[in-house]
Structures are given as C-alpha cells and as structure tokens.
C-alpha cells in the first residue's frame, strides 16, 4: 500500500539571482514499510527534497505538486497541521545532531517535549518512556545519560539521542538526511545497522538520504538518483547497481573506491562541476557534463522511461538505445 506519494515536486528557492528550482518535477512512492535511498552529488536537491515534505522550507521558497500523505496533500497543510505531521507521522534526523538539539537543556527534557506534546506523557511516565527508548537506541547507561547535556555525549551516542527523539512518537516514517556523514566510519556502520534493525522491528518506512553509493546500496529496497534538481534514475536497489543506465549514475558509481582497486590508481571522477541553480540547464539538467549530450538534451526534458521491471532512467540516449 502506498503511504507517501510525491508527484511532479517543483521547489523554487530565492537565489541571488532570483527564482530558481532546486528541485524539478520529482516524483516518487513510499510503500508502507517501504525503504527508498535518495542519493547524489552535493547540491542536487535531497535536502531541499526532504524539508519540503515537512514544510520546512527556507523563507520565500515556492513549492508545487503534490506530497499525499495517506490522501492528504501536505503542501496544502497550514502550520498547526503541519505540526502534528511532523514527529508524529514523518520524523526527520540531521546530519550533525548538534545542530538539531538544544545545547542548554539535558538530553532526558528534550526526549521528554515531543512525548507531551503528541502523546500527553509526563512525570515519571515520561521519564520511563525516555529511558526505555535511550535503551532502544542502545546509549550506554542511560539512567546516568538521561541528565547529560549534548556536549557531554560523542558525536555518535548525539545522534543516538537524535533517533530516539525521533523514534519517541513512533512515526510512519522515518526521514534520515545524511545522518552519519558527521561520524568516524565504524561508528557510521553501528548507526546505519540501528536504523536499519528500527526500521524492520517497527516497521516504519525509511528515506535515506546520502551521497554515499555504499551506505545506500546496502541499507534501502529503492533507490532514486537525482541530479540537478531531478531524479534521473530510479529503481529496486538490485536492478539499479545491477545495470546503471544513466550516465550520471554511472560516473556517480565509477567514483566510489572499491575493494581490490590498484593501489595509487585515480578514481574516476565526473568531469566539470555542478553548476549554480540558476545556470543548469533548461531541459536534461546534466547536459553540460554528459559525454553523451546531443542537441536534444539542450531542448527537452527527457522522460522516466522503463528501462526494466522496477527501473527507469530519464536519458534521451537511453530512449534511443534500442532503435538506434
Ligand atoms: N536557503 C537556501 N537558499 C537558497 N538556495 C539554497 C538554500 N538551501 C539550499 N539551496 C540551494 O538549493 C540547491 C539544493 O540544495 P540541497 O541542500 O537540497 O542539496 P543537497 O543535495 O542536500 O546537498 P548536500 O549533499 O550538500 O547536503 C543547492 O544549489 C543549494 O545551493
Ligand atoms: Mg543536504
């Protein structure tokens, strides 16, 4: 059953330079219990993508399509909505949790506001419920750490503390921006398996957001590749890494390091730069770094086609493959 469906999001932000669209007619599903990675270069628009199924969005952005919620469309909730929507529907954890939590108050407060804000939990009800979810989240001693303030914690035991804020109100679904860029590789491996083991015992649905192929490939069922604001590629995580069909997604794969690489040998990297919003291109966003780029690119969008079952590209030479 299908719990978020977002269709032809558009996301205009004020620019220095104007109106521009940092995300361009994005369209995805979310089962129930579903897992979907978003991943792309720095700039392609996962954040931007992520926030807006929040409301929010920076002052002065523009967003159009439809974000269905279980058949309410969050793009049309007012704030007091948007409030119950989020934490109690769609719970969101950050890339650098210090940045989400509030320095001067003890971590137990701050676990304990959304407990009585949406489920009327206080006193020694609360106090319990915080210690079995920094349990849950497997913070060390926490009867100790339910007193801590965030500067007390490390970098992993915060964001520890940042998914049990977000686990505390036992969402639908579970929105995780970067959460483990900001931290050393093992302990990286120790929240990514936390997220994942939550996602199968609660059975809420998780986006993944990362630039990381790794993370993505071995934590979700679906994948969408964005660039430039749009996704260019999408599909079941096997048929996808299985068969790259866009040229984005192929050089975004041929610059991860892998295992049994020469020694000394350079990855590869995808030539050029990405571009200010205001300067992509109008049609195919990718266009000005494509090897493959022809007329056409310049001059229409190119179409999600089915590529296979459960894969499709957006590549005008994709198209063209067959009859060519
Ligand atoms: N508040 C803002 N005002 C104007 N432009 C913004 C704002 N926030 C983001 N942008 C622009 O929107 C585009 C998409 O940004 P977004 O943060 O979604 O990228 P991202 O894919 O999450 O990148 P990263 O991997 O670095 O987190 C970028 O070009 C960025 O510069
Ligand atoms: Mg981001």
Redesign the pocket.
């Known amino acids: 059953m299908t719990l978020l469906s977002v269709r032809d999001l558009t996301v205009e ?3 220095s330079r104007g109106m ?1 669209a ?2 361009r007619g994005v369209s995805f599903d979310l089962e129930k219990g579903g897992t979907l990675g978003i991943v ?12 807006s199924l929040l409301g929010l969005l ?1 002052d002065g ?1 523009r967003a159009t399509g439809r974000v269905d919620l279980d058949g309410t469309d969050l793009l049309s909730l007012d704030e007091d909505d948007l409030c119950h929507v989020r934490g109690n529907r769609i719970a969101m954890i950050f ?1 650098e949790p210090m940045t989400s939590l509030n320095p001067v108050h003890r971590i137990g407060r701050q676990i304990a506001e959304p407990l009585r804000l949406h489920r009327g939990l206080g006193g020694a009800g609360a106090r319990e419920e915080v210690l079995r979810l920094l349990h849950r989240v497997g913070l060390p001693d926490p009867a100790r750490r339910i007193n801590a303030y965030p500067h007390q914690l490390s970098g992993g035991q915060r964001q520890r503390v940042m998914i049990a804020m977000a686990l505390s109100c036992a969402p639908d679904i579970l929105l995780a ?2 959460p483990t860029t900001a931290l050393d590789v093992t302990i990286q491996g120790q929240i990514l398996d936390l997220i994942n083991e939550l996602v199968e015992d609660t059975g809420m649905g998780l986006i993944l ?1 990362s ?1 990381d192929l790794g993370v993505i490939s071995e934590s979700v069922d679906n994948v969408a590749v ?1 660039y430039g ?1 749009a996704i260019v590629e999408q599909g079941t995580t096997d048929r996808l890494f299985a068969d790259l069909v866009h040229p984005y997604s192929q050089g975004l794969f041929a610059a991860v390091p892998r295992p049994g690489a020469v020694r000394g040998a350079r990855l590869q990297t995808i030539a050029g730069t ?1 571009p ?2 205001a300067d992509l291109p109008p049609a195919c966003t990718f266009a000005d770094r494509c090897a493959k780029a022809s007329p056409v690119c310049w001059r229409e969008t190119p179409a999600m086609t089915a590529f296979g079952p459960g894969h499709a590209a957006a590549c005008h030479h994709h198209e063209r493959r067959g009859d060519a």
């Open positions: 932000l004020q620019t521009a940092a995300v792309g270069e720095s700039g392609c628009g996962k954040s931007i993508t992520a926030l920076p952005a890339q921006d970067e957001i630039h964005m604001g990405v200010e919003l």
